[in-house]
């Protein structure tokens, strides 16, 4: 008898207390790119990838992939595996799946995942935590202008990650 493993989610920042737009507006050329590090808790084959989008100003495709990270040198590894969803304006204020090819994660290894958009204008919701309470993964910004970006340790994407075991 084959036994199928549903998927369950493994981390989960569902705090929600401002926004990190992506994409650009039309009448601004540089594109702004969102990302989120984190370390893998358990085990087991990704399964979605899933972002809290509190706007939409332009509907249109956004792009998440996920690649391997080194937090010492804050190197972001090959990509691994990415997946597109075309976002509506009637996504505002709900959460946009990622599905994804499964794909190994190993406990306690550092992933990242990244989120751009070339056509749409799309608010994430993140949350800002006090210099007491920083997060356990970082949040990054870059644009078209500063690929390499920045690291926030006291900010953190809306997000959340479902595994299925192995």
Same mark, same amino acid.
């Given at each position: *008898?084959?036994?199928?493993? !549903?998927?369950?989610? =493994?981390?989960?920042?569902?705090?929600?207390?401002? /926004?990190?737009?992506?994409?650009?507006?039309?009448?601004?050329? &540089?594109?702004?790119?969102?990302? !989120? /590090?984190?370390?893998?808790?358990?085990? %087991?084959?990704?399964?979605?990838? !899933?972002?809290?989008? $509190?706007?939409?100003?332009? @509907?249109?495709?956004?792009?998440?992939? =996920?690649?391997?990270?080194? /937090?010492?040198?804050?190197?972001? %590894? @090959?990509?691994? =595996?990415? $997946?597109?969803?075309? =976002?509506?304006? &009637?996504?505002?204020?709900?959460?946009?799946?990622?599905?994804?090819?499964?794909?190994?994660?190993?406990?306690?290894?550092?992933?990242?995942?990244?989120?751009?958009?070339?056509?749409?204008?799309?608010?994430?919701?993140?949350?800002?935590?006090? /210099?007491?309470?920083?997060?356990? %993964? #970082?949040?990054?910004? %870059?644009?078209?202008?500063?690929?390499?970006?920045?690291?926030?340790?006291?900010? $953190?994407?809306?997000?959340?990650? #479902? *595994?299925?075991?192995?």
């Amino acid at each position: *008898m084959e036994t199928t493993h !549903q998927p369950r989610p =493994v981390i989960t920042q569902l705090q929600n207390n401002t /926004t990190l737009w992506i994409g650009h507006l039309q009448t601004d050329p &540089t594109d702004h790119f969102a990302g !989120q /590090t984190f370390s893998c808790p358990a085990s %087991g084959e990704l399964h979605n990838i !899933q972002v809290y989008s $509190s706007a939409v100003q332009n @509907p249109g495709e956004m792009v998440l992939t =996920v690649h391997a990270f080194d /937090t010492e040198s804050k190197n972001w %590894g @090959p990509q691994l =595996v990415s $997946s597109t969803v075309a =976002v509506k304006k &009637t996504d505002e204020e709900k959460w946009i799946r990622f599905n994804l090819p499964p794909m190994p994660l190993h406990k306690n290894e550092n992933y990242a995942f990244r989120l751009r958009t070339n056509d749409a204008m799309i608010a994430i919701g993140e949350a800002a935590a006090g /210099t007491q309470n920083p997060f356990s %993964g #970082e949040e990054w910004h %870059g644009d078209s202008k500063d690929q390499d970006g920045h690291y926030y340790k006291y900010f $953190s994407l809306a997000f959340k990650i #479902e *595994m299925c075991a192995s």
